[in-house]
């Protein structure tokens, strides 16, 4: 069985309405991963500058505890951006041979 989020649909039944949808779902997969970025850079230098600037020891704490999970945060969103994309390609290759092959 394809363990594919989409191998249960059949590529030869894909119309133009499908294609864009592909389309739509890389954009947004592409949103997504660039907004795990952004948060990731946010909380590193959240952490960073509370650092830099804190005078109390749990202060300090909180700001160093921000930089891993800013550094986590931007590597599982680099993650979750690649296992999407790999799904994604899959159906779009798989839409392309058998079009091909049908033509």
């Given at each position: 069985m394809n363990?594919?989020?989409?191998?249960r649909f059949d590529s030869e039944d894909l119309i133009l309405r499908d294609e864009l949808a592909i389309d739509r779902t890389l954009l947004a997969n592409e949103r997504t991963m660039l907004a795990y970025l952004r948060s990731g850079v946010a909380l590193l230098i959240a952490g960073v500058s509370?650092?830099?600037f804190s005078q109390e020891g749990w202060f300090w704490a909180v700001g160093i505890a921000c930089i891993p999970i800013g550094i986590i945060t931007g590597i599982i969103g680099v993650a979750k951006y690649r296992r999407m994309n790999?799904?994604?390609s899959l159906v779009?290759?798989?839409?392309?041979?058998?079009?091909?092959?049908?033509?």
């Open positions: 363990d594919s989020p989409y191998g509370i650092v830099h790999r799904s994604i779009r290759r798989q839409s392309k041979t058998k079009k091909s092959g049908n033509t």
